[in-house]
């Protein structure tokens, strides 16, 4: 089991720009981290790690998800957040399964996510047909 640590992840931006998730809490399996840069609490980004592991005739599953409040002036005239973006990926891990078939299910949610299709989809709003 590995300790909870800062993770530091690129973003998405023509000049990528390294974001630090410090480590927020760690209980019953759930890890979140907190992009703190804003100062603000409620417009912190944040990243979670769950995992629950496989027991007899259960499958594992482990969940990594983000979060990004996004910040403005509302219709009203006030500040605060105007929306949130969120993602989660989440892998089932059947009792029984190997460490190859493991890392071959990460490779492919992996890669498939860097894949040119996928990115066009879900970041462009681009469809397949």
């Known amino acids: 089991m590995a300790q909870a640590a800062n993770i ?4 998405g931006q023509a ?15 759930i890890a979140s ?8 609490a409620s417009r912190f980004a944040r990243l979670t790690v769950r995992y629950a592991g496989p027991s007899a005739g259960k499958a594992g599953k482990t969940v990594y998800s983000v979060s990004m409040p996004i910040y403005g002036v509302l219709p009203s005239g006030a500040n ?28 492919f949610v992996r890669n498939g996510l860097a894949n040119t299709l996928v990115q066009g989809n879900m970041r462009d709003y681009d469809p397949l047909y």
């Open 80 to 107: 605060g957040i105007l929306y949130t973006l969120r993602g989660n990926v989440e892998l089932q891990l059947p009792d029984g399964c190997t460490d190859a078939e493991r890392k071959d299910l990460y490779a």
């Open 15 to 29: 000049t990528p720009a390294n974001v630090t998730f410090s480590v927020e809490d760690v209980k019953s399996g």
């Open 33 to 40: 981290f907190a992009d703190r840069s804003s100062g603000v």
């Open 8 to 11: 530091v992840l690129a973003n």
